[in-house]
């Protein structure tokens, strides 16, 4: 499956913003997809995951009640959408797909499918 990231820019504090993966190449619902970020020189780390019926969901400590995964199957495409932004949340963020996952996971290296990236800054 090819994914192609978007939606990223300039937010301020506080502010809000979509991101969108749109998927393509094969057949969508099959995949578990997730959502990961690596921060200015730092490593990628896990923001959410979500089922293949979008069903169930996991987040990361640090977004849990800020930030929502969703997805549209009829559509191929999964959303991040994210609120009360904060400096700390600057990355580039990917989304990824895995066929075989059984459960979600928040380990990159069970994803073996990932968009190109889309940068998020968010100014204090």
């Known amino acids: 499956v090819q994914l192609q990231a978007s939606g990223g820019g300039l937010v301020q504090f506080g502010g809000s913003r979509r991101l969108r993966c749109v998927a393509s190449g094969s057949n969508f619902r099959d995949y578990v997809m997730g959502w990961f970020r690596q921060p200015p020189g730092k490593e990628r780390e896990f923001v959410a995951a979500?089922?293949?019926?979008?069903?169930?969901?996991e987040y990361a400590e640090s977004v849990k009640g800020r930030f929502t995964i969703s997805r549209d199957n009829a559509k191929n495409t999964l959303y991040l959408q994210m609120i009360v932004l904060e400096p700390e949340d600057t990355a580039v963020y990917y989304c990824a797909a895995d066929r075989r996952l059984r459960v979600l996971s928040e380990d990159p290296r069970d994803y073996d499918s990932w968009g190109q990236g889309t940068q998020v800054t968010v100014s204090s």
């Open positions: 979500i089922t293949r019926s979008g069903g169930s969901d």
